[in-house]
Nanobody, 125 residues
Framework: QLPLVESGGGLVQPGGSLRLSCAAS????????IGWFRQAPGKEREGVSC????????NYADSVTGRFTISRDNAKNTVYLQMNSLKPEDTGIYYC??????????????????WGQGTQVTVSS
């Protein structure tokens, strides 16, 4: 069983919305901060957002601030990424990842311990 499984991706028109989910299993979810990363074709994987282990702190990339919202439900071992006002440049494979400890960083990609397999998001008319 994979430790992290993403869902909710798909094809959406510019200006539309999607909500991604990241379901965790096999580890103590509430001990881990969670991050969302994305990778567009031909580009490096970049951090999008992250949330602390208890959900009281979140961080966002400048490119998504004001449009994306991260949240978590520790009772359900799930993290969500609500994406509004989507743009074509948001297209890519979205991955969630778990980093042991309270705090998180969208820049410290190598510190994350577990990764999901990704879900495709395509923003196109």
């Amino acid at each position: 069983q994979l430790p992290l499984v993403e869902s909710g991706g798909g094809l959406v028109q510019p200006g539309g919305s999607l909500r991604l989910s990241c379901a965790a299993s096999g580890f103590t979810f509430q001990d881990y901060a969670i991050g969302w990363f994305r990778q567009a074709p031909g580009k490096e994987r970049e951090g999008v957002s992250c949330i602390s282990s208890n959900g009281d702190f979140a961080n966002y990339a400048d490119s998504v601030t004001g449009r994306f919202t991260i949240s978590r439900d520790n009772a359900k071992n799930t993290v969500y990424l609500q994406m509004n006002s989507l743009k074509p440049e948001d297209t890519g494979i979205y991955y969630c990842a778990a980093d042991w400890g309270y705090s998180c960083s969208i820049y410290a990609r190598n510190e994350y311990d577990y990764w999901g397999q990704g879900t495709q998001v395509t923003v196109s008319s």
